[in-house]
């Protein structure tokens, strides 16, 4: 396994190849025989991230100027797929950090990425990403938390919901409203830090996938810090910066998804050559083949459409969000659909626990909901093409108005005028 090598590998550049040899490094060594324990009992392996900070992981997505990996995208994303191939949850327990550190890296002043930046690339400092609250989901403009913005603190009150990586977080990029009066620049990102006054971690959710990464509750009680934490050193900007953030992000959600497909199908194809039934291998049935290979070729489009939105974003492609959108939408449904169908071929040992494969399925479900829902992916998706439309205006021409009967079929039907004599 370690050694396969793909023909579209030849895509990828040395430098890819090395962070994702890394990477699958670790996840077998380290990740792979501690996914069941930590399941189980649902804590946040240490273990596994001083793994990955020795192994030079954590900033790979981080400039190298302020100390990371000099990576970028589509080596966070080989990465994360990698790590998900072995537990789902390291997967999202590592991605989480570029998450909660792109809005530095996208907005931040100078000041504040030389402060934060080389903490989190060494993984130092662990990063969070404050948006959700009990009220506002998808409607992420919705927010209530408030954040006072005087000359020289900025006062937070109000409560955040589904923060992933809470509490081992040491760094909350948080989302306040700034100016409830205005629609346009209601909102600021605050830089938040574990201990800071005022600034609490709640209650930690009993999650059905995931279990190894903890998801929490944030209460900020008049939480004061010095007004140097808004984010880019301005108030008003952060419902784009959000934005901003999630298109970034949106592509390591699909590499989480695709690495929870192809880890669940990894297992499926080993245990249906060793199954018996009937006297052979389950492999041999051509039922059994027909998922195998609708399951493999579901998770290759999928994955290339991350890889493609990857490298768009590294090339700093302008309006990414709409492939970005299609990466995290087509892959995290096809995750769903493959490890089901995983669980499906290892039959009633799949539904077990003490089988490897159910915990794929556990663990896929939350990448079609976190990081906007896929109904948020498909409202981003017709947007964009509708607004592009504007550049299809010439094929008006070749559409008959409903009134007008100038189709080929009404053509052939109009009455032939009589020969002249
Ligand atoms: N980049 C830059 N600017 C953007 C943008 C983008 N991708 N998307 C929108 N904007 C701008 C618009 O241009 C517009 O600007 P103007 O006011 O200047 O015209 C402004 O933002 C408002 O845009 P919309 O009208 O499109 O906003 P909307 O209220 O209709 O919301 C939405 C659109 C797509 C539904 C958005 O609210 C959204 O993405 N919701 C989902 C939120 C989400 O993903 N939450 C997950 C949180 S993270 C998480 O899951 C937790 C975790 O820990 C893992």
Redesign the pocket.
């Known amino acids: 396994m370690a050694g396969r090598r793909w023909p579209l590998d030849e895509l990828l550049t040395e430098t890819n190849r090395a962070w994702r040899a890394r990477a699958r490094e670790v996840a077998e060594k380290v990740v792979r025989p501690k996914a069941a324990h930590y399941d189980r009992v649902q804590e946040y392996p240490w273990e596994i991230k001083d793994a990955l900070c020795a192994s030079g992981l954590m900033g790979v997505w981080i400039p190298a100027e302020y100390g990371g990996g000099g990576g970028g995208v589509l080596d966070l994303c080989l990465v994360v797929e990698e790590l998900s191939k072995a537990c789902g949850g390291v997967g999202?327990l590592y991605a989480?950090n570029a998450?909660?550190s792109f809005p530095l890296l996208l907005a931040g002043t100078e000041e504040q990425k030389r402060h934060y930046l080389p903490e989190i690339a060494s993984g130092r400092r662990l990063c969070?990403?404050?948006?959700?609250e009990r009220g506002a989901?998808?409607?992420?403009?919705?927010l209530a938390t408030r954040c006072e913005v005087g000359a020289s603190e900025l006062i937070i009150n109000g409560d955040k919901k589904?923060?992933?990586?809470?509490g081992a977080a040491d760094i909350y990029t948080v989302f306040t409203v700034s100016d409830p009066t205005s629609?346009?620049r209601r909102l600021s990102a605050v830089l938040i830090e574990k201990g800071d006054p005022g600034f609490a971690i709640g209650r930690t959710e009993d999650k059905m996938g995931i279990r190894c990464v903890p998801?929490v509750e944030l209460h900020f009680r008049d939480c004061r810090v010095p007004a140097d934490r808004i984010l880019g050193g301005r108030p008003g900007v952060g419902?784009?910066h959000?934005?901003?953030t999630?298109?970034r992000?949106?592509p390591g959600?699909a590499a989480q998804a695709v690495g929870c497909a192809q880890g669940a199908t990894d297992l499926a194809v080993v245990y249906c050559n060793q199954r018996q039934q009937f006297g052979q291998p389950i492999s041999g049935f051509q039922m059994v083949q027909g998922m195998l290979a609708d399951m493999s070729t579901q998770i290759e489009a999928a994955r290339q459409l991350v890889h493609a939105s990857a490298r768009a974003l590294d090339l700093g492609a302008k309006d990414v969000?709409r492939m970005?959108a299609q990466a995290k939408l087509f892959a995290t449904d096809m995750a769903m659909k493959v490890t089901t169908d995983a669980v499906q071929l290892f039959g009633g040992y799949g539904y077990m626990r003490d089988y490897p494969v159910e915990k794929y399925m556990r663990d896929a479900k939350i990448t079609q909901?976190?990081?906007?829902?896929n109904q948020?992916q498909r409202?981003?998706v017709a947007?964009s093409i509708i607004k592009q439309a504007a550049s299809l205006e010439h094929l008006k021409a070749y559409i008959p108005l409903p009134d007008h009967p100038n189709t080929l079929a009404d053509r052939a039907r109009a009455p032939v005028a009589p020969a002249q004599a």
């Open positions: 999202v989480v998450l909660g969070a990403f404050g948006l959700s989901g998808s409607d992420a403009g919705g589904w923060t992933t990586n809470g629609m346009s998801v419902f784009k959000a934005m901003m999630l298109d992000a949106r959600v969000t970005a909901i976190y990081e906007g829902t948020v409202i981003v947007r």
